[in-house]
């Protein structure tokens, strides 16, 4: 940003995402007729990411710098993917079957040719980009999107110090990956509000999602009751105490293999933030067979979504809209580097019948990684987010690999 931000205290700034998000609500549930056709065709989930947006885009807030979205994203998010799988039913999604994980590796297939492709067209319009090296060198910036749109920050990250990128393309990747990934996430979320039709038309089989959807309000349907304080504060307990644990083992494991393990950073394992997803999302998994899965009657989901729609919003604080006129054959190159990647797994998915979720949630994982994998996926249904941090930390596994095997070819072409 050129000039201070309007708003700087993160109070206010938080207070305003909450405002935003609970007039959505109230408007979403209005009788009014104008609001019943505006939600027929803008998905509220999608106002909630967008309208934040808007607050960066014309400086009222600097999301770059403000410490919301990164407290949401440190603290909230574990405590929700907790309370997302803690009435997880593994047998359900296992019956999900091969149709996801395919597409999920057909997703990172996109991307690891996708970059390639864009350089040589957007290489053939702007020759300067080819033939040269060194820091600078738009390649070596290139491996960064695809350590992030494979695995997350911390797979970028990693290829930015294998392929010694310096700062200033890396600052234009990460803006073209930002811009690029969001407005995919956008487009997830609106083909998420209109899923069964979709589905519908392409004759996909979805009584997997169903049964899964069936089985959780079933469960809750048998152990619904009216929630107390007690409910409440044990819910809490229970999520922030997981993240926590989460928190605790990141802070032993991730500079002790940093130390003593280094060839483990190929699998991003010295990342502070995936041992905290990891360790999180294991608790509330093992917590899904214990009785804390009765907590789910007192609405332990409904708490994990309100969550999951502040993360939501402060992700949409990040992204400024009018950056992509910028430096727009930069942003060329992501546009058709997330078109082939898109383009590829909807035609897979076509092929194999596979419902609009696992083609959003494959793709999700791969592009946006942990933290919002499970907002696509719980935008079909709360009880699917743990879909999406199961693949994500797939993806977190092979997206050193993948990026690295990317770069080679990047490397190949441009030079």
């Known amino acids: ?94 019956r999900l079957g091969w149709k996801l994980v395919l597409l999920f590796f057909v997703g990172t297939f996109g991307i690891l040719i996708g970059g390639p492709i864009a350089l040589l067209v957007v290489g053939a319009l702007f020759p300067e980009m080819l033939g040269v090296d060194g820091p600078q060198a738009v390649w070596r910036g290139m491996t960064t999107v695809a350590g992030s749109w494979i695995g997350g920050g911390a797979n970028q990250l990693a290829m930015k110090e294998t392929f010694d990128v310096g700062n200033e393309i890396f600052s234009v990747m990460v803006t073209v990956d ?31 999602i169903n049964d899964i959807k069936q089985r959780v309000e079933s469960f809750e349907a048998q152990h619904k009751r ?53 360790i999180a999302t294991a608790v509330g998994i093992a917590l899904s067979f214990t009785p804390a899965r009765k907590l789910e009657g007192a609405g332990a989901s409904r708490i994990g979504s309100v969550m999951i729609y502040f993360l939501v919003a402060s992700i949409g604080l990040s992204m400024d809209v009018t950056a992509i006129f910028e430096v727009p054959k930069y942003f060329l190159i992501g546009i058709i580097w997330m078109l082939i990647h898109a383009g590829l797994i909807v035609l897979v998915a076509r092929m194999i019948k596979a419902p609009l979720f696992y083609m959003a949630v494959a793709s999700q994982a791969n592009v946006g990684g942990a933290a919002s994998a499970p907002i696509v996926a719980s935008a079909f249904h709360p009880a699917l987010a743990s879909v999406g941090v199961l693949l994500a930390v797939l993806g977190y596994a092979v997206g050193t690999y993948v990026a690295y095997l990317c770069g080679l070819v990047l490397r190949a072409i441009a030079l």
């Not at 307990?237 to 644990?245: E, P, R, S």
């Open 178 to 208: 930002i811009i690029v990934a969001n407005i995919w996430l956008a487009v997830l979320l609106y083909l998420a509000a209109n899923s069964q039709r979709i589905d519908g038309k392409m004759g996909a089989d979805t009584s997997a």
């Open 226 to 278: 009216i929630p107390s304080l007690p409910d409440f504060m044990l819910i809490l307990a229970v999520a922030f105490g997981a993240a926590a644990m989460g928190h605790a083992v990141a802070d032993v494991m991730s500079p002790f293999i940093a130390d003593n393990y280094p060839s483990l950073k190929a699998l991003s394992l010295d990342a502070k933030f995936l041992w905290v997803i990891m």
């Open 1 to 94: 940003m050129d000039s201070a931000a309007l708003i700087s205290n993160e109070g206010i700034v938080l207070g305003i995402l909450a405002a935003i998000l609970g007039g959505i609500f109230y408007t979403q549930q209005s009788s009014h007729s104008f609001w019943q056709k505006f939600y027929q065709w803008i998905p509220a989930l999608l106002l909630c990411y967008f309208i934040p947006s808007l607050l960066n885009t014309f400086n009222i807030v600097d999301g770059e710098s403000s410490g919301v979205a990164k407290a949401v994203k440190t603290y909230l998010l574990p405590a929700c993917l907790v309370l997302l799988t803690i009435s997880l039913d593994l047998k359900a999604i296992a």
